[in-house]
Nanobody
Framework: QVQLVESGGGLVQAGGSLRLSCTASGSIFSGSVMIWYRQAPGKQRELVAAISNGNTNYADSVKGRFTISRDNAKNTVYLQMNSLKPEDTAVYYC??????????????WGQGTQVTVSS
């Protein structure tokens, strides 16, 4: 059974920082692209940042402010969020896009963690 457990959300003032963590159980972590998504009220879920074992990608809205990283030894992915803005307010979800060998990729999701940025 794969579980993703997120932590690190909270309330912060504009310009502040938060670090989100997502730890995966099971044996899928090293074979997964790890992705952070977010969903604000009334909006669609959007990709924030993604990391494979060699590359990172970011939404334009967070480039230069957010940094995604992973520690395969700890089965954990991080999202360091700096210079936060009120428009970053959302529920942040961790996703493991598992590239199963010779099989269809599978997606696993965390429960989400709330990030609220006050102006």
């Amino acid at each position: 059974q794969v579980q993703l457990v997120e932590s690190g959300g909270g309330l912060v003032q504009a310009g502040g920082s938060l670090r989100l963590s997502c730890t995966a159980s099971g044996s899928i972590f090293s074979g997964s692209v790890m992705i952070w998504y977010r969903q604000a009220p009334g909006k669609q879920r959007e990709l924030v940042a993604a990391i494979s074992n060699g590359n990172t990608n970011y939404a334009d809205s967070v480039k230069g402010r957010f940094t995604i990283s992973r520690d395969n030894a700890k089965n954990t992915v991080y999202l360091q969020m700096n210079s936060l803005k009120p428009e970053d307010t959302a529920v942040y979800y961790c996703n493991a896009h598992f590239l199963a060998p010779s099989a269809t990729p599978r997606d696993y999701w965390g429960q989400g963690t709330q990030v609220t940025v006050s102006s």
